[in-house]
């Protein structure tokens, strides 16, 4: 199907419609890190300060990025380093900006080798909920009459089982595999039609039933309660960084999706949707994990075990505790996989354009390459957890495959990613192409170019400086 009034001579492969952009970038927005990561990051850092400070850069800073990124994407109407370099050169400048973008694609390939780990870990909760399921009927709590100890210790048994962290890896990527390598309009529109639809209706179901049956009050003072000497350098770097893995910037994914979008579109519209849509549902999953791990009186301490082991040992104590986790995995499962397909397509359209391979080959190169990467982050938790090859940078001490491929992407190569695309907008492009891109116009054009130029640089480079240097220097 032709890109919607795609101005190319051949029809290439686009979204079909206005909302099927919207829903595949709402897809790729909404995923493991609004309702893993988010809560997670949310409770290691204090709560309250993170939460408050994490909705101001995706105002101030997301938003306009977002729409940057998508404006190279549509204008260039190619993979992300292509498009960069098309824009650099109409106006004029060196074409080696496309470097920016072929950082980006190498963060979305990094990123995609973790992401399906994860993604491979709520394949074995969906199997662990099914199991109880069928084991204990629908109307009692989960796991009846097992200590809490017995559920807690599922994934570190799961960690421990290499061979099974590597099949769930394959197992997810695969699926990831499939639908990248049918192309955008069957492949990833596709998953975003169906399954984007079915992840809210299920999402608002369990929200409310959270609300109702869990500590809501308590959930709701913990996480917007601000207490300004919370908010420390290194919260501020990990809300920053939380914000771009969220809204998929900083690693050329929007710019991918961005190609594929028709001229009729209004883009900043577009990106406010898409940035409203994936805050809503950040804050929504925290009001839907955190009441129910404090009804069972947990400690909201984040971390990667919150919803792996917080949340399936407060299902337990709840009326369908069984029937409710299982559609919780699920529902994650859906917002995952529309989040991978943007993950991999970003690094298969940068192959396919440049290796001038198929769109299947392209995808099961990248594919491949991301699954080797992965088995390392894998087995990181628990087999190769002495292997800490970065071990040496203060940034990376004591860390394993997979929290290196993490930092390395939220912490570095996203906000790098985004000065770079936020300069290349501000000062680089040509101001007539970049307006004639934006759909904004007035008083509102005027801010967005302020906090692109000005703003956005800035704040990344300070925040940069008091997140990352502290670590580097090992204070
Ligand atoms: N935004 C996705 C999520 O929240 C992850 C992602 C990051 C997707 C970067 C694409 C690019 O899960």
């Given at each position: 199907?032709?890109?919607?009034?795609?101005?190319?001579?051949?029809?290439?492969?686009?979204?079909?419609?206005?909302?099927?952009?919207?829903?595949?970038?709402?897809?790729?927005?909404?995923?493991?890190?609004?309702?893993?990561?988010?809560?997670?990051?949310?409770?290691?850092?204090?709560?309250?300060?993170?939460?408050?400070?994490?909705?101001?850069?995706?105002?101030?800073?997301?938003?306009?990025?977002?729409?940057?990124?998508?404006?190279?994407?549509?204008?260039g109407q190619s993979s992300a380093p292509e498009s960069v370099r098309r824009i650099?050169?109409?106006?004029?400048?060196?074409?080696?900006?496309d470097?920016?973008a072929?950082?980006?694609?190498?963060?979305?390939?990094?990123?995609?080798?973790?992401?399906?780990?994860?993604?491979?870990?709520?394949?074995?909760?969906?199997?662990?909920?099914?199991?109880?399921?069928?084991?204990?009927?629908?109307?009692?709590?989960?796991?009846?009459?097992?200590?809490?100890?017995?559920?807690?210790?599922?994934?570190?048994?799961?960690?421990?089982?290499?061979?099974?962290?590597?099949?769930?890896?394959?197992?997810?990527?695969?699926?990831?595999?499939?639908?990248?390598?049918?192309?955008?309009?069957?492949?990833?529109?596709?998953?975003?039609?169906?399954?984007?639809?079915?992840?809210?209706?299920?999402?608002?179901?369990?929200?409310?039933?959270?609300?109702?049956?869990?500590?809501?009050?308590?959930?709701?003072?913990?996480?917007?309660?601000?207490?300004?000497?919370?908010?420390?350098?290194?919260?501020?770097?990990?809300?920053?960084?939380?914000?771009?893995?969220?809204?998929?910037?900083?690693?050329?994914?929007?710019m991918?999706?961005?190609a594929?979008?028709?001229?009729?579109?209004?883009?900043?519209?577009?990106?406010?949707?898409?940035?409203?849509?994936?805050?809503?549902?950040?804050?929504?999953?925290?009001?839907?994990?955190?009441?129910?791990?404090?009804?069972?009186?947990?400690?909201?301490?984040?971390?990667?075990?919150?919803?792996?082991?917080?949340?399936?040992?407060?299902?337990?104590?709840?009326?369908?505790?069984?029937?409710?986790?299982?559609?919780?995995?699920?529902?994650?499962?859906?917002?995952?996989?529309?989040?991978?397909?943007?993950?991999?397509?970003?690094?298969?359209a940068w192959?396919?354009d440049k290796?001038?391979?198929?769109?299947?080959?392209?995808?099961?190169?990248?594919?491949?390459?991301?699954?080797?990467?992965?088995?390392?982050?894998?087995?990181?938790?628990?087999?190769?957890?002495?292997?800490?090859?970065?071990?040496?940078?203060?940034?990376?001490?004591?860390?394993?495959?997979?929290?290196?491929?993490?930092?390395?992407?939220?912490?570095?190569?996203?906000?790098?990613?985004?000065?770079?695309?936020?300069?290349?907008?501000?000062?680089?492009?040509?101001?007539?192409?970049?307006?004639?891109?934006?759909?904004?116009?007035?008083?509102?054009?005027?801010?967005?170019?302020?906090?692109?130029?000005?703003?956005?640089?800035?704040?990344?480079?300070?925040?940069?400086?008091?997140?990352?240097?502290?670590?580097?220097?090992?204070?």
């Amino acid at each position: 199907m032709a890109a919607t009034g795609s101005s190319g001579a051949k029809a290439r492969d686009g979204w079909s419609s206005r909302s099927a952009f919207i829903l595949a970038a709402v897809g790729s927005a909404v995923g493991l890190g609004n309702m893993w990561r988010f809560p997670a990051e949310a409770g290691a850092n204090g709560g309250g300060a993170f939460v408050l400070f994490y909705i101001f850069c995706v105002a101030l800073i997301g938003l306009p990025i977002l729409l940057s990124e998508t404006l190279i994407g549509r204008h260039g109407q190619s993979s992300a380093p292509e498009s960069v370099r098309r824009i650099a050169k109409e106006s004029g400048k060196s074409s080696h900006w496309d470097t920016l973008a072929s950082f980006g694609v190498l963060g979305a390939f990094l990123v995609l080798s973790f992401y399906c780990v994860v993604g491979g870990w709520v394949l074995y909760y969906i199997g662990v909920f099914a199991q109880d399921l069928f084991s204990t009927g629908v109307t009692g709590g989960a796991f009846e009459g097992r200590p809490a100890g017995d559920i807690e210790a599922l994934l570190p048994s799961l960690f421990g089982n290499g061979g099974l962290m590597v099949g769930l890896h394959i197992a997810f990527i695969a699926i990831t595999f499939y639908f990248v390598s049918r192309g955008v309009s069957s492949g990833i529109e596709w998953v975003a039609t169906w399954l984007m639809p079915a992840f809210f209706v299920l999402f608002l179901l369990i929200t409310i039933y959270g609300a109702f049956t869990g500590a809501f009050s308590e959930a709701l003072s913990y996480l917007f309660t601000f207490d300004a000497s919370k908010l420390t350098g290194a919260v501020m770097l990990a809300a920053v960084g939380q914000a771009f893995f969220s809204l998929s910037l900083g690693v050329a994914g929007m710019m991918t999706y961005g190609a594929y979008v028709g001229r009729d579109v209004n883009l900043a519209g577009t990106s406010g949707i898409i940035a409203g849509a994936d805050t809503a549902v950040a804050l929504l999953a925290g009001l839907c994990i955190f009441p129910i791990v404090f009804a069972a009186g947990l400690e909201p301490n984040g971390g990667p075990g919150l919803m792996f082991q917080s949340l399936p040992i407060g299902f337990q104590s709840m009326p369908f505790g069984s029937v409710v986790g299982l559609l919780f995995f699920v529902m994650v499962f859906f917002a995952a996989l529309t989040s991978s397909v943007s993950l991999m397509e970003a690094p298969t359209a940068w192959l396919k354009d440049k290796a001038k391979v198929t769109r299947p080959m392209a995808t099961l190169i990248v594919t491949v390459a991301a699954l080797l990467l992965g088995i390392l982050a894998a087995l990181s938790f628990n087999d190769l957890s002495d292997f800490q090859p970065f071990g040496f940078i203060p940034l990376f001490e004591g860390q394993g495959m997979f929290d290196v491929l993490d930092t390395v992407t939220s912490k570095v190569l996203m906000p790098i990613g985004a000065i770079m695309t936020a300069l290349f907008v501000g000062w680089v492009a040509e101001r007539r192409l970049i307006d004639s891109e934006n759909g904004l116009s007035g008083g509102l054009e005027k801010v967005w170019l302020f906090l692109v130029r000005w703003l956005c640089p800035l704040a990344l480079i300070t925040i940069l400086i008091v997140g990352i240097f502290p670590s580097i220097l090992g204070e």
